[in-house]
């Protein structure tokens, strides 16, 4: 059985910072591609950030360049996105997800972690 187990969200004020985690089982972690959506209400999952198996290979969307990071430790079987500076516009709820396909990795996902930034 495929899990993903997010952890980390929670309430930051507007310029503050936080680590997603997300533990994965069931699948074999190490040459799965994984990414982190977003969705708030009535707008559609977007793809914040990208990493390939390896590691090698990173994509971020535009909005979250240079103020996000994604990364994983094979050895762990876990990925992470680190936020920084968030904005109101981030708030969100946040999704961990494996994929085949590095440019949308969405075959499986977990059950989402709530990200809200406010004052």
């Known amino acids: 059985q495929v899990q993903l187990v997010e952890s980390g969200g929670g309430l930051v004020q507007p310029g503050g910072s936080l680590r997603l985690s997300c533990a994965v089982s069931?699948?074999?972690?190490?040459?799965?591609?994984m990414g982190w959506y977003r969705q708030t209400p009535g707008k559609q999952r977007q793809l914040v950030a990208a990493i390939s198996s390896g590691g090698n290979v990173i994509k971020y969307a535009d909005s979250v360049k240079g103020r996000f990071t994604i990364s994983r430790d094979n050895a762990k079987n876990t990925v992470y996105l680190q936020m920084n500076s968030l904005k109101p516009e981030d708030m969100a709820v946040y999704y961990c997800?494996?994929?085949?396909?590095?440019?949308?990795?969405?075959?499986?996902w977990g059950q989402g972690t709530q990200v809200t930034v406010s004052a």
């Open positions: 069931g699948l074999r972690f190490s040459i799965s591609h």
């Open positions: 997800t494996q994929g085949s396909n590095f440019y949308a990795p969405n075959d499986y």
